[in-house]
């Protein structure tokens, strides 16, 4: 029964461990507020988070600012809960500015680094947007878009993020009041 | 029932042990990879180093800002204080410094508005109870901070905004300093 135990208890650390793994570099995520698509977690940066929410944001955010100095939403999906793909078009609608003191939204590949290979459209940020555009779309598609564009040539089942940097007061106490662009899938069928 | 449950309970214990176990050892690797690719990339400890402007190249960590350069230093402050100094900015523009941890945790953060825009002074020093306040001169500087561990990286983050030139950029954040006392 000894060596029973003995082989139980190994298989249980192991187990354990492997489980650990998978949760912290699987696709869920733990601790987050979620605005439409847009999500975030409001333990980036902070040492009082419990130890599965620590150690995911450790590999999801490593080096991101705690949230009084910035907050980042990102989204995986669009407005309906459909993955972002290289492959569709899409329009993402503020109808306000983002209430921070700069901004800026950059689309990711789906291994979480700038599209290689592409035109090189890879962000918008606050200083895109002309003083007299208090509502105004960002276009994704691979071809080129009047206007505010990015491109997701390359970009695989891609992401975008919002970063809001010393955003207003209430959305460091709240993340979930901030008021966040509607990501809306046009047409789908370019090549990805 | 007891050659059951005997073995049950030691392989339960087992799972939450080395689930729990596990999750205290992944900030610290994973920092520390952060830390070995900031080295291969010429990073010293105190000593500041910056990065090349953020393209599809940039790959050392994940979701890099293609607004922002980045400079940064591997603190190491087990033999005394390190003094970071943060670059003056007037005006809407943003520079920031801010403070890591051995297991990724964001301690510190500063921007240029803490300062009113001026060039500001940090003072770094470690976590045991001699290093508190090393340095008799430590009312002189800015801000003091407790380094909870006594490695970490301190990152500098100057967005591009404003119509300022990479080039005015660069030269402006090279004026990020990282220096053992």
Redesign the interface.
Known sequence: ?II??????????????????FL?FGPADFGGVSVGPWRTNIH????DAP??V??V????G?????R??TI?FSADADSEGRALEAGCDYRVLFTDRPDA??W?L?L?AED???????P?A??V???DISDGEAGFVVSVSQRPAIGHWLSPENAGNFNL?L?L??PAVAIVEDPSRAVLPVVERLACGGAS | M??IL???????????????????I??GF??GK?MERFETLGGEPNLAGHFPP???A??T???????IIYSGCMYDVSNGPVAITLPALDG?S?V?V?F?DA?????A?F?N?DFGGAAAEILLHGPAPDHTHPDPGYADYAESVLA?TSTG?V?L?R?L???VTIEDADAHRRQFGCEAL
């Open positions: 029964m029973r135990s003995l082989i139980a208890g190994v298989g249980g650390l192991v187990l354990g461990a492997a489980g650990a793994v912290v980036i940066g902070s040492p130890g599965l620590r150690a944001v450790a590999r999801r490593l080096l991101a600012l705690n009084s100095e980042y003191r700069w800026s950059t990711y979480d680094f700038l599209p290689v290979g592409g090189g890879y962000s940020s606050a200083d993020t970063r940097y010393n | 007891r050659q005997i073995p049950l309970g030691a392989g339960l214990v087992g799972l939450v042990l080395g689930f729990q176990a596990m999750l205290g992944l900030p994973i920092m952060a953020i393209d599809e940039a790959r960590v994940v979701r890099p800002s293609p607004d809407e943003y920031s801010s890591f297991r990724t945790n964001n301690f953060a921007n508005r909870p990286l990152l983050r967005v905004s404003g119509g």
